[in-house]
């Protein structure tokens, strides 16, 4: 038995490496071909070009590897279906359960590693990847998303904000540092809340800290103050809906800074939980495509199960995507949203494993 277990997960490991090759191939150059010429259009250089793609890389091959799970069991077990491999094996007393146990390890290994790629490797590389775009457009980082808030720099003023409310257009826990030339604070404004009043940003309830050289800071409460910020209501939208930036440390502590804040956490929850259940789908792809090759392989063919495994993918991510969605907006709990998905197809990979003919 080690040896035919050996065997199909030598085959698996050709299979999904040569597949995995092959997609990562055709999304990088998909994504060069569509978005070089705004590089060029900037005068970037070759290598701003070359590192800005390279970053992205991590990213691209995460979104692939469940594809290419899925994939690389169909191929395996079909051919071996249509050379009369899994009918010799069937009749030596080899069960489907068992040839689809090596697999099984690997393929949680994949999930493992999936894990570790796409919450904290591909979050990182998405960085860098748009420090140099800011770079080409010769454009400051000046908003920053962090696991405490927003940051932003202009001029002689740092701010941060706790959350930006998208639907009331306010923004919360408002801090202003403002310095001198000599990077010395000079004061220090701090309000629940601003809002978006005739084009421009409005502090209410304000504490206002200044230092002016004396023994003891000056206070001052104001019910209204103006914020000086260029930033308009959409900037604050793009910069806080892209946790594709984040890491799952960076969601975690983001999402339990919002909900000491008394603030909904609901969209980063979700999407930190969707980030491990999306990793763990590779086990779940593997079972379903393994039990469905297995049966049906001689009459499919390749190409037949292929396209089988593609309705497959694209069945989970719809339903992902509509889960995740509805958690986001508060419809269903985070938790649910996330591993909705991973619970329907689960229960779809144990059905099809108990029934299938050994």
Do not use: C
């Amino acid at each position: 038995m080690k040896i035919i277990n050996r065997y199909i997960a030598s085959e698996f490991l050709k299979a999904f490496g040569f597949i995995l090759l092959s997609l990562g191939a055709i999304s990088f150059i998909v994504d060069f071909v569509t978005r070089v010429n705004s590089f060029l259009s900037q005068n970037a250089s070759a290598e701003q070009v070359l590192t800005h793609f390279l970053w992205q890389l991590p990213f691209l091959v995460s979104m692939i590897i469940p594809a290419s799970s899925l994939l690389a069991v169909l191929v395996v077990f079909t051919v071996m279906s249509r050379n009369n491999e899994i009918i010799a094996l069937k009749a030596g007393g080899v069960s489907v359960a068992a040839l689809v146990k090596p697999l099984m390890i690997i393929a949680l290994a994949i999930s493992l590693i999936h894990a570790f790629l796409n919450g904290f490797l591909a979050p990182y590389g998405l960085k860098q990847a748009q420090s140099v775009t800011n770079q080409v457009q010769k454009r400051q980082d000046m908003l920053a998303f962090k696991s405490d808030g927003i940051w932003y720099k202009d001029g002689e003023a740092i701010y941060n904000f706790t959350f930006y409310d998208a639907q009331k257009v306010e923004l919360r826990g408002v801090s202003v540092f403002v310095f001198d030339k000599d990077f010395n604070i000079t004061t220090r404004l701090q309000a629940p809340m601003a809002y978006w009043r005739d084009g421009g940003w409005v502090m209410r309830d304000v504490t206002m800290v200044s230092f002016t050289g004396r023994d003891f800071p000056l206070l001052e409460k104001r019910s209204e103050h103006g914020l000086t910020l260029k930033e308009k209501p959409q900037d604050f939208v793009l910069v806080q809906s892209d946790t594709s930036l984040m890491t799952l440390t960076e969601i975690q502590r983001y999402a339990k800074h919002l909900l000491k804040a008394g603030t909904q956490a609901g969209m980063y929850l979700t999407e930190l939980h969707g980030k491990i259940a999306f990793s763990l789908v590779n086990l779940i792809l593997v079972i379903i495509g393994a039990v469905f090759s297995i049966t049906f392989g001689r009459e499919g063919g390749v190409a037949g199960n292929i396209g089988i495994g593609i309705g497959i993918g694209f069945s989970y991510w719809v339903v992902f995507a509509i889960a995740s969605s509805a958690g986001k907006s508060g419809y269903i709990p985070p938790v649910l949203a996330a591993w909705s998905a991973n619970i329907l197809f689960g229960l779809l990979a144990l059905w099809l494993l108990k029934r299938v003919k050994t």
